[in-house]
């Protein structure tokens, strides 16, 4: 088509066009650039207003965030900053008290968020199951994307029951029992609803049930509510194993996190000791790291409060109560403590068989498997703190449909009206198709009788490690800044055990040679080669990029604990083990003398450091492109040690 208008031009137009396509190596290639850059163009100023829109809307500057999302042509993103600016209001008169307020912005944003469902200016939740959350260019599954619409809707969600979460918890604590009900009505209709759409149980969306949400949320409340009247009892792990007795029934993460935001916006350091560790003490892994919600960033938030001049007075009393904090937080973290190691029991956890849809859904909402014969042999195996007798009541609202899945009550499956149950009905009508051969007549592509046979998303060996592995590599990261933050917050803490900081020097050099004995059995563990399929190269690419990131992450945690060993050398007379390198006896006489202030040691010692560190390498190869994990882990502890030297060294 191009060519033929060229062909068409005459004179000195045809020779100017010529010329340029000569340059471009395309016809007409200078137009199409143009407009390729101008598409370019818009799209980012498109981007950048729709994120300015939402940072502002977060922030509390309404009429700033619709300024900028009237810059783009589009009615989603205005549903999205209206959304965006009711929910941040609701929890800014929250915080203040003004619950009628915060109520009215709560219904309306949910509200605009039916309305934008309706008329299409937000995507249907139903994508979620019909689609996987996914975006479908063609009928093959190479040819989708994922639906960047229904993850924002995801966020959106979030930030909602959030909301809900936030007032309902002001609600309970200012002892307003009428909007209490009120809010846990509403907050309960919309987690019913939303769950019915399915998003929790898509595989790779990782999205929380709403029920699960509002469940935690009811629970917070009532404990807030008995938090108020507690008096000297706060601070007493007793007082907080009674109040979240029925928590141990439930994934009750959410719970938990909820009241210790709650109590910590109040200041209440004993009270949030006290429940971190209960939650602690019976946390699965999913509850360890992750985020400001999280069981890792709850504790750093709560050494930050505890360090923070503006808050605390320093005496000999707030330091023996930081010594404790850390004392029962390694007590309650139990195997949690200690770094995984790469065994067998590891990698059959890492490689479980899939559940049943009933099992997802009930796992996805937090309700317990009534079967519960797994479960009930792991108690008895390992116990359990909070251990009740009493089973759960849902009420009549769910009866008996959850015994086995069929609402009979009948342990197995269900039989039929002439007495024969499913396995022997498999036995009697099985001779039927004996030397009978399966035949594709659909001609699909598909190589199996169903579309979902064959590898799954989410269910290879090294995706299972990297879920099982990574909660507690994150969480021993954040042991590593609790102790970093220790130092820093040193000051505050008058007369801090000089042995109990040695003792956390030595588990973070512990921590270390742990982490590089599983850097070295990720590394060896071989991923099964692939055969000629599709699929199978899809597996081994996947299995593949999952180790190298899970070998990152060890690497990650590695070097926090080298930085934090560094740090406490600075808490602790300068001592060095017999065994250790002329190099690292050089670094820890630096950290002690540049913590303590030590000039004159820091002089003496800085430039024969600099001249090692001079010819060593301080890049490397990445693993995909053929890098060692020991020479990568190698130079990134060069980044940090330089890093740490760069912040702390005397002025």
């Not at 498109?46 to 977060?58: D, S, T």
């Not at 199951?129 to 260019?137: E, T």
């Not at 320093?314 to 139990?334: D, G, I, Y």
């Not at 040193?490 to 109990?500: F, I, M, S, T, V």
Request: glycine share 8%.
């Amino acid at each position: 088509f191009y060519e033929f208008h060229i062909e068409r031009a005459e004179g000195e137009r045809a020779q100017w066009l010529a010329e340029l396509a000569s340059r471009t190596q395309q016809p007409f290639g200078h137009v199409r650039q143009q407009l390729n850059l101008y598409l370019a163009r818009y799209g980012a100023r498109q981007i950048q207003h729709r994120q300015l829109a939402m940072l502002y809307a977060r922030m509390g500057f309404p009429e700033a965030a619709r300024q900028q999302a009237e810059s783009i042509p589009a009615a989603s993103i205005r549903f999205e900053c209206e959304i965006q600016c009711a929910l941040t209001t609701s929890e800014l008169s929250a915080e203040r008290g003004d619950l009628v307020e915060a109520l009215e912005f709560l219904s309306e944003a949910r509200d605009l968020l039916d309305r934008g469902i309706d008329c299409g200016a937000l995507p249907d939740p139903w994508n979620y199951l019909g689609f996987q959350a996914h975006f479908p260019l063609f009928h093959t599954r190479e040819d989708v994307i994922p639906d960047a619409r229904l993850e924002d809707l995801l966020t959106l969600m979030e930030r909602l029951f959030g909301a809900y979460g936030t007032a309902l918890s002001e609600a309970a604590a200012r002892g307003r029992s009428d909007l209490v009900n009120r809010l846990n009505n509403d907050f309960q209709t919309l987690a019913l609803n939303w769950d019915g759409y399915g998003a929790s149980i898509v595989v790779d969306l990782e999205a929380e049930s709403g029920v699960r949400r509002w469940w935690s949320a009811s629970q917070a409340a009532r404990v807030l509510a008995t938090w108020q009247s507690a008096g000297a009892a706060r601070g007493d792990l007793a007082f907080w194993a009674r109040q979240v007795e029925d928590f141990s029934r439930f994934q009750a993460g959410p719970a938990y996190a909820q009241i210790v935001e709650a109590l910590l916006d109040r200041h209440d350091l004993p009270a949030t000791m006290g429940l971190l560790m209960q939650w602690l003490n019976q946390a699965i892994p999913g509850d360890l790291a992750g985020g400001t919600g999280s069981i890792a960033g709850l504790l750093g938030r709560w050494l930050e409060l505890a360090t923070d001049p503006e808050h605390v007075r320093p005496s000999q009393q707030h330091t023996r109560m930081v010594e404790r904090f850390f004392a029962v937080l390694e007590a309650n973290a139990e195997s949690y403590w200690s770094v995984p190691r790469l065994d067998d029991e590891l990698l059959e956890l890492a490689t479980p068989e899939l559940p049943t849809p009933l099992e997802e859904l009930l796992d996805s909402i937090g309700l317990p498997d009534e079967d519960g014969d797994e479960e009930s042999e792991t108690d008895e195996e390992f116990g359990d703190p909070l251990e009740t007798t009493e089973e759960p009541d849902f009420g009549n609202e769910f009866g008996n449909e959850f015994e086995n899945g069929f609402g009979n009550g009948i342990e197995g499956g269900p039989i039929d009206e002439e007495g024969v149950d499913d396995d022997d009905a498999q036995t009697l009508f099985s001779a039927a198709y004996d030397d009978v051969t399966f035949r594709d007549s659909a001609d699909d592509g598909f190589e199996a009788e169903l579309l979902d046979d064959g590898f799954l998303p989410g269910s290879t060996e090294f995706e299972g490690l990297y879920r099982e592995l990574v909660p507690r590599l994150k969480f021993l990261e954040s042991i590593a800044r609790l102790w970093q933050q220790v130092v820093a917050g040193a000051p505050q803490l008058p007369g801090l055990d000089p042995e109990r900081a040695l003792g956390w020097t030595a588990q973070a050099r512990t921590m270390q040679e742990e982490l590089l004995g599983l850097l070295d059995a990720i590394w060896q563990h071989q991923i099964p080669t692939p055969s000629g399929h599709t699929e199978s190269g899809i597996e081994f690419d996947v299995q593949l990029q999952t180790k190298y990131e899970l070998l990152q992450v060890v690497m990650g945690v590695h070097v926090q604990a080298r930085r934090a060993e560094l740090m406490l050398r600075g808490l602790s007379p300068n001592q060095a083990a017999d065994g250790d390198r002329r190099e690292h006896r050089l670094w820890r006489l630096l950290a002690g003398a540049v913590i303590h202030g030590d000039t004159a040691t820091v002089r003496q010692a800085l430039p024969v450091l600099l001249r090692r560190l001079a010819r060593q390498p301080l890049l490397y190869v990445p693993l995909d492109a053929g890098g060692d994990p020991h020479q990568m882990l190698a130079a990134r502890t060069r980044h940090a040690d330089l890093q740490f030297l760069v912040e702390h060294l005397p002025r």
